[in-house]
């Protein structure tokens, strides 16, 4: 399942993104999937319900942090 991202065009102000962050958590999440199906084949279907719910959230806030430190990066770039 490992693949290498061999080039991506990013705006400058995501130049220094940490794109291996992003790949991370989308690959965390993709466990989380499966643990929740996991967790609804058993007969769990709150449980599961609730870690997507969780993990979805945790995403969203883990990227927009990435992108964020990002920008705040190009902002000193760009002052100096």
Same mark, same amino acid.
Request: overall charge positive; glycine content about 8%.
């Given at each position: 399942?490992? +693949?290498?991202?061999?080039?991506?065009?990013?705006?400058?102000e995501l130049? @220094?993104?940490?794109?291996s962050g992003?790949? +991370?958590?989308?690959e965390k999440y993709l466990r989380d999937l499966e643990s929740? @199906?996991?967790l609804k084949s058993g007969g769990n279907r709150e449980a599961?319900?609730?870690l997507l719910k969780t993990r979805q959230a945790d995403l969203g806030r883990k990227v927009g942090?990435?992108?964020?430190?990002a920008?705040?990066?190009?902002?000193k770039n760009k002052e100096e």
């Amino acid at each position: 399942m490992s +693949r290498k991202v061999k080039s991506v065009r990013v705006p400058k102000e995501l130049e @220094t993104l940490d794109l291996s962050g992003v790949i +991370r958590e989308c690959e965390k999440y993709l466990r989380d999937l499966e643990s929740a @199906t996991m967790l609804k084949s058993g007969g769990n279907r709150e449980a599961a319900e609730a870690l997507l719910k969780t993990r979805q959230a945790d995403l969203g806030r883990k990227v927009g942090l990435l992108v964020w430190e990002a920008r705040v990066e190009y902002g000193k770039n760009k002052e100096e």
